[in-house]
């Protein structure tokens, strides 16, 4: 079941329990009272919710009542909900839910996804799509986030331009053939029909070219499209130590599955790829020692200065002031250095696509 707004929810869950169809409102007390009381003929009650993210309201009551019910003693109801982002109830309610179990799935491998994309192309006549071409966009997807989504958008925009082309190549074809088409001179070749009209004898036409062919060269022009947006190429184009930081974030992504962490454990991921960097700018000039205490004073509460001796990768502080500004991570100040919290604002698939093949980045783990 589909809603517009997610407040339909509580009536589609009430019409569920009851078969009422009542208003959102209604819906909305009945199901508190159902659910706070007693039943002993009450059965157990599992809500499957799809796409988490777009049950987000402004209060973000709808979220916080549907994961609040489940703790409620009489309730017996059991609510799996689904989200690309892994910490979507801790960003959205605030720690206000615990008692939360979640689950990590593993990106799909490019085996998996070949098999998809193929089981898309089933029944299409011809050979549309090379099967080098879909290896080579299953291949890419998964070394950097396993997206099925993301690999059927790379398929279907390079469909389009492969359309495209073959749509140019047949006007073009078009165009040169128009003189053989409409000969300079007709009265020379013109004859009488049956019907004593005047036809003119024209060559035969060429037969229309079928949309072009998708190839690895028209998977790497779709993947270069959707890796050529104003965020992709300021993310490219932001110092060493702000790639750093941001590759000590994913990293913690990747080991955690929430995309919010202790400053702390950031800083020292940071200073553990610093050093297994296999880098010189990397060794030489962020994981020096400072010349004066008078260099990168800039400072972020809760990162501190990062001139401190041996304490943590040189830059650090302007580098998070910087992402800051931009929106990309945010940091949440705390009295205690290293105890605050620092999150990426940006999906993470997006922060390793863009730095894959960054050769600053090189080492970084962004292409792991």
Known sequence: MKVTDPH?????????????????????DLLET?????????????????????????????MYNFFNWPGLRHSRLIVLAVANTMDLPERTLSNKISSLIRITFPGYTHDQLMKIIQSRLEGVPGTIVDPDAVQFAS?????????????????????????????????????????????STPSKRATKSNNNNISYNRHPLKPNKTGGKVTINTVKQAIN?????????????????????????????????????????????????????????????????????????????GLGNTTAQAARVLGLSAAAAELMDAGIIGVESRKGERTGRIRLNIGDEEVKLALKDDLQSRGLGFST
């Not at 339909?8 to 909305?28: D, I």
């Not at 997807?141 to 749509?167: F, N, Y």
Request: hydrophobic share 35%; proline share 5%.
């Open 8 to 28: 339909q929810s509580y009536s589609l869950l009430w019409e569920a329990l009851k078969g009422e169809r009542v208003s959102p409102s209604h819906a909305l």
């Open 34 to 62: 159902e659910f706070a009381n007693p039943n002993s003929q009450r059965i157990p009650c599992v809500v499957l919710m799809d796409e988490l993210d777009q049950l987000v309201t402004k209060n973000q009551s709808v």
């Open 139 to 183: 291949r890419k997807v998964a070394a950097v986030s396993g997206d099925a989504r993301r690999a059927l958008d790379i398929c279907r925009r390079a469909v389009e331009v492969a359309e495209l082309e073959g749509l140019n190549s047949n006007d073009n074809d078009d165009d040169d053939g128009d003189d053989d088409i409409f000969p």
């Open 225 to 301: 499209e959707a890796t050529t947006s104003p965020l992709q190429q300021y993310l490219r184009s932001l110092p060493l130590s702000s790639k750093l930081l941001l590759a000590a974030i994913v990293a913690r992504i990747r080991r955690t599955g929430i995309s919010e962490s202790i400053l702390g454990d950031v800083i020292e991921e940071a200073k553990r790829i610093g050093k297994m960097a296999d880098s010189v700018p990397t060794h030489e000039y962020l994981l020096a020692e400072p010349l004066s205490s008078s260099q990168n004073n800039t400072t972020v509460k």
